[in-house]
């Protein structure tokens, strides 16, 4: 497996297809926000560019939203960001490969609690 953890939508991509026959899987992390290109790239490898947080997504990434907000404004009164406490959603995926190759036979965005849209 490989965890590309990075910003840029376009180099987890890059990666995917570099690794596409000789990984079971590709996914990226860090932007927090599960996407929605799950599939099995050509020569069997699973993807999905970014897997999502596990976390409450009634907020900003994860952290306070009214904070957050505030700082995005400038406001004067914000403090050091901290997590919202809310309802959590575990998101990732689940990937059934075969014991064979080492291939994805099968990926499935997990999406569980919370008030994402499966
Ligand atoms: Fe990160």
Excluded: W
């Excluded at 570099?18 to 079971?24: C, E, L, M």
Aim: hydrophobic residues 35%; contains cysteine.
């Amino acid at each position: 497996m490989v965890d590309f953890h990075g910003e840029i939508t376009s180099e987890k991509m890059a990666i995917g297809h570099f690794f596409d026959g000789s990984s079971t899987g590709v996914v990226g992390t860090h932007t927090h926000v599960p996407t929605a290109d799950t599939r099995i790239l050509e020569k069997g490898t699973a993807y999905q560019t970014d897997i999502g947080m596990c976390g409450d997504y009634n907020s900003v990434i994860g952290m306070n939203k009214e904070n957050s907000v505030k700082k995005f404004l400038k406001s004067k009164d914000t403090i050091k960001h901290f997590p919202a406490e809310g309802e959590a959603t575990l998101s990732g995926i689940i990937i059934e490969a075969d014991h064979e190759t080492g291939l994805a036979k099968k990926i499935t965005r997990l999406i569980e609690g919370g008030n994402l849209i499966k």
